[in-house]
């Protein structure tokens, strides 16, 4: 079976604490396919990031569901919902890294639960660290890292595991040309492996994404396919 | 040795050296203060328990109205051998005489004998001319010989010092042979201060004390073992309340502690959401709490354990027994009854690290039912 995230009628809507709520996801129905990118683009509090972390199971939805390998995992009791996330690998856009952790520490951080030893985790830490380039920084405190240092580090530690699912928010917003470049090599790498990949970012930085990555935008609560 | 999960857990304890050598230093003083509190009155009940099963059964003394008087020992023994449940009889030679540091309670022993329990502590039992002396009698000296007064002053040569952990009783005691006893008190020939009655059985000791009492011709006093204890028991009643009385402080210290975990865990929410992003399960969660609890929290129970033991049955630590039961000579040694002391010792350590290790699980166990999302975000976490 190809692994494959989808939406059934996914709604999530806040309370306004007036008795009123604000539907951020109405009703949306989209599949994301493994193997490909799938950018999900919109203005500033469309419900990008609410979105993903509904797919990532960081957020029950109101109603609806989601489905990963046609399996409904936002219906599953949060101990099964957060071992479903050991193959989910999310980028987020503030970062949420662990201060106070070195960088090589906040890349292990995923793996101590899979039971591998230490130097295991050390040297697959590494190995990602090297891909984006962030191998000088290793024992260095995240909180002495620059905006885009924290940036990578948050995609190597979403990478370290070889997720079945990516999930990504601005994974390019604090880089520059050569490195945005890198990141969307590495992504695009996941999608070489049969991973979904799914990013949200802006219009303008949809555009710099290699190949023919699915589009979307999120307008109004609803996810709209974009043709190119 | 160590699993991932449990050399990651002390790493994060390293993570934080002040916030951990604080918990540290919390965790092993109450363990110390608390372990201490109620491990004091426990050591003397143990102590002077072991030490009255050395002692006669029954008791018997002669009185009048003015007090005890010494018993004709034939007369005594013919009729306390017809009182059914006795075993065995043994006149006693004991009285109070000056020495040079004040009074001090001097017995006669016969050539033969020493109290059960304790005559392997003792190499040899003193001859004519020679005492076996208790540890407070001649505090801090180490003379060879004592002068005693009483019905006359003569030297006697020291050849030993009666058991430390017998002190409790001894403190002042000193033993002679049963010929220099009777003159230095002044006991003529045939008699006896007091009889030392043994029982077949423990419980027969108050059953028999009418038929005891009813067997002499003349008045006596009849103490048990039991009623002894009872003494005993009723004077260190002092210390007992002032140790339950301070132990207050140091129960509201353990509540404090866990106030001060709790809220440290449920600081670290957006971690525990951080890690449930990661993948780490609600269980995994709880392990690394309670492996980074008992990481510190062992090691400083086990040394605010062994400081409780050490103040209350090491050598010359004199503040307790000071505060609590007002002593002002040397201290006496306590007996340690390992079973005893070992309840009590779990007891604090429970007492004090199973709140701390819970106030650290409940964060965590907590975090469950709520979304990662909600505890990365601090949302209705706190």
């Known amino acids: ?228 | 040795m160590f699993s991932t999960l449990q050399i990651w857990a002390f790493r994060d304890v390293l993570r934080r050296p002040v916030e951990t050598l604080l918990l540290a230093l919390a965790v092993t003083l109450t363990i110390a203060i608390l372990g201490t509190l109620l491990l004091f009155p426990r050591a003397l009940y143990d102590t002077i328990e072991r030490l009255l099963d050395a002692s006669p059964a029954i008791v018997v003394r002669r009185v009048n109205a003015t007090g005890w008087q010494p018993l004709p020992v034939q007369e005594a023994l013919s009729a306390v051998r017809n009182v059914i449940g006795v075993v065995s009889v043994r006149p006693r030679i004991w009285g109070v005489v000056r020495a040079p540091q004040g009074p001090v309670t001097v017995m006669g022993l016969p050539p033969d004998y020493l109290a059960r329990g304790y005559a392997h502590q003792t190499e040899r039992l003193p001859s004519r001319g020679q005492a076996l002396v208790g540890a407070g009698v001649l505090s801090g000296q180490a003379a060879k010989t004592i002068t005693l007064e009483g019905a006359l002053s003569r030297p006697f040569e020291i050849i030993g010092r009666l058991p430390d952990p017998t002190s409790v009783f001894t403190h002042d005691l000193v033993l002679l042979n049963m010929a220099d006893a009777r003159q230095l008190i002044g006991l003529p020939e045939g008699y006896a201060s007091d009889l030392a009655v043994a029982v077949f059985h423990e419980d027969e000791q108050s059953a028999i004390l009418s038929d005891l009492t009813t067997a002499f011709p003349w008045p006596v006093q009849c103490l048990t073992r039991h009623q002894s204890a009872g003494m005993y028991a009723s004077g260190l009643n002092r210390g007992s309340t002032l140790s339950a009385i301070t132990v207050i402080p140091a129960v509201l210290a353990v509540c404090l502690l866990v106030m001060v975990n709790i809220r440290l865990t449920m600081g670290r929410q957006s971690e525990l959401g951080i890690m449930k992003s990661m993948g780490w399960t609600t269980g995994t969660i709880v392990r690394l709490q309670l492996y980074r609890t008992l990481s510190v929290g062992l090691p400083s129970a086990a040394v605010g354990l062994v400081l409780a033991l050490f103040m209350v049955y090491g050598p010359g630590t004199t503040w307790i027994g000071k505060v609590f039961l007002g002593w002002e000579t040397l201290p006496p040694k306590l007996y340690l009854a390992p079973q005893g002391a070992l309840t009590v010792l779990l007891e604090v350590a429970g007492l004090i690290l199973v709140p701390v290790a819970v106030s650290a699980l409940g964060p965590a166990i907590k975090s469950a039912t709520t979304d990662a999302h909600a505890l990365i975000e601090g949302i209705n976490t706190q």
């Open chain 1, 1 to 228: 079976m190809t692994a494959a995230l989808t939406c059934h009628n996914l709604t999530v809507a806040f309370p306004l604490g007036n008795g009123k709520k604000r539907v951020v996801l109405n009703k949306l129905n989209a599949t994301f396919p493994a193997g490909q990118i799938s950018i999900v683009s919109g203005a500033i509090g469309a419900g990008k990031s609410t979105l993903l972390n509904v797919l990532a199971g960081l957020l029950r939805p109101t109603s609806g569901e989601v489905r990963a390998n046609d399996q409904a995992v936002s219906r599953w009791m949060g101990v099964h919902r957060d071992r479903w996330r050991q193959q989910v690998g999310i980028i987020f856009q503030h970062h949420h890294l662990l201060y106070g952790y070195t960088v090589l520490e906040n890349i292990m951080l995923p793996l101590i639960p899979w039971g591998r030893t230490l130097s295991a985790c050390r040297r697959k830490s590494i190995a990602v660290l090297q891909q984006v380039d962030l191998l000088r920084c290793a024992g260095d405190l995240v909180n002495t890292l620059s905006g885009g240092e924290k940036q990578k580090t948050t995609i190597a530690r979403a990478l370290v595991t070889q997720p079945l699912f990516v999930l990504a928010d601005e994974p390019t917003a604090h880089q520059d040309d050569e490195s945005a470049a890198l990141v969307l090599n590495l992504l695009d790498q996941c999608t070489a492996r049969k991973a979904v990949v799914i990013v949200a970012t802006h219009e303008t930085q949809a555009q710099a994404f290699p190949g023919k990555p699915l589009r979307f935008r999120l307008e109004s609560g609803i996810l709209k396919p974009l043709a190119y």
